[in-house]
């Protein structure tokens, strides 16, 4: 199937190059359109000849701040002396090359649009869609990476993320995505509940006769995990004496049954969850190293809800319509939306959940969700000002500037370019609503946008 990708030449002395790569692509099967930078869609291929503040400004708006996939493919290998590969990635390229040290550059372009085409047909999808709500780019990130990770290798996978973030249904997207693995078992051992004297038998199994009250032979989780996967879950609660159990089952894909001088071999693929910081546990002494390596081939870090705002109201209209499945939608009156956007979620999403369901079981009649069908204890105790946007977060954001050595002036540039860039996304690139939403005319909104942009 044809790949359909942008392809835009930052700079007018390199149209060229531009389409000498545009017929080289044409032979792999990309097909290549002109970029238009007020309605950027899908992945595509920023060709510039030297890397700048208007470069990386330019980047930042046609990624959607690292939203859409971009290949920032430098001329010459000059263009990328130091430090400039990461500002690239930082502004949101997805990779960053030079066609200088390439023998075939088409080729590999049309390889990454072809990874990247294929992670996001399945980011789309109704099975990850229906399943992990939300389309913030946070959000979108780890999903791209969860999926990636899931359909494209068989490693070891580490969640993390704090309580109610959603690592179960991530730990079930990969075994479902995984070509190996899907059509067997997953195998969920909760390490919080596991007795440290029968952790053994939990584990690996055991033997008749093995242990008093071991009246007949049972399978462990390895057992039973074999041609599947096995979900670890709170890894990081593990004893240290109970972590070392697990060394050669997980290294070398063998074990003991309780009972038995046996080897038996089991084929899964691991998944791992936990809300600790296990590099810092390892530095504690608290995880072992070894371990913890073994474990970590790859980790995923799913973002709380406060880091995803603009996924709130979408994951209550799901919440709403799992109460009521077969009943219209129901609205949600504008003081009640905006108590929800501004309400601490310390449950992260479960919490979000239960919330709806209280809210969801106290509404009567076909009107919207008003303020009364919130319940009491949920109530603030004082209005919700204006200002509380404004919070420890904001503060910490520019404090970090100012310790990068960042004056006033840069500052409030970037924050009037984070917050045009965040409500065109938002707006999905429609002018007229970004700046209704910023509160300036839609002159304003273009005479900004086309000062930045070099010719």
Not at 199 to 228: C, I, K, Q, Y
């Amino acid at each position: 199937m044809a790949i359909n990708a942008w392809i835009h030449c930052f700079e007018k002395g390199h149209l060229q190059a531009q389409k000498a790569l545009i017929e080289s692509l044409a032979q792999t099967g990309i097909n290549t359109s002109n970029l238009d930078p007020n309605t950027p869609r899908g992945s595509g291929v920023l060709l510039f000849g030297q890397v700048s503040s208007p470069l990386c400004d330019f980047l930042r708006e046609i990624s959607r701040g690292g939203y859409e996939r971009v290949l920032a493919l430098a001329i010459t290998r000059s263009a990328l002396l130091e430090d400039a590969i990461w500002h690239l990635l930082r502004a949101g390229a997805s990779d960053v090359f030079t066609l200088d040290d390439s023998a075939n550059a088409a080729g590999e372009i049309a390889a990454r649009l072809a990874r990247w085409d294929a992670v996001d047909q399945l980011v789309e999808s109704s099975l990850v869609r229906d399943n992990l709500i939300g389309q913030s780019r946070a959000w979108t990130s780890v999903l791209r990476s969860i999926v990636e990770v899931a359909r494209f290798t068989d490693d070891a996978v580490l969640l993390l993320g704090e309580s109610g973030t959603g690592k179960e249904l991530a730990a079930r997207l990969i075994h479902t995505l995984d070509p190996h693995r899907s059509k067997r078992d997953l195998v969920i051992l909760d390490c919080t509940t596991l007795v440290p004297e029968l952790s053994g038998s939990e584990f690996f199994g055991h033997e008749r006769g093995a242990f008093t009250g071991a009246v007949n032979p049972r399978d462990g989780a390895f057992a039973l995990a074999n041609g599947g996967t096995l979900f670890l879950d709170e890894i990081g609660e593990l004893p240290m004496a109970l972590q070392a159990q697990l060394l050669r089952a997980i290294q070398e894909h063998t074990y003991k049954r309780v009972g038995s001088n046996n080897w038996q071999h089991t084929d899964f693929r691991l998944i791992c969850a936990t809300n600790r910081d296990l590099q810092q546990e390892v530095a504690n002494g608290r995880f072992r190293p070894d371990l913890y390596y073994r474990i970590a081939s790859w980790v995923c870090k799913l973002p709380p809800l406060r880091e995803r705002t603009e996924d709130i109201l979408p994951l209550v209209c799901y919440f709403l319509q799992e109460l009521a499945p077969d009943e219209a939608m129901i609205e949600l009156d504008e003081p009640v939306r905006n108590y929800l956007l501004k309400r601490d979620y310390p449950g992260n999403v479960r919490d979000l959940r239960q919330l709806m369901a209280r809210i969801g079981h106290r509404h009567v009649g076909p009107g919207p969700i008003t303020v009364g069908d919130i319940p009491e204890e949920e109530r603030p105790l004082v209005d919700l000002a204006k200002g509380d946007w404004c919070d420890a977060r904001f503060e910490q954001a520019i404090r970090h500037a100012l310790v990068l050595g960042e004056g006033l002036k840069e500052i409030s540039h970037k924050a009037t370019e984070t917050a045009i860039r965040i409500a065109l996304g938002d707006e999905e690139g429609n002018l007229q609503r970004a700046a209704r939403k910023l509160g300036v005319t839609d002159r304003a909104l273009q005479m900004r946008r086309a000062n930045r942009r070099v010719p």
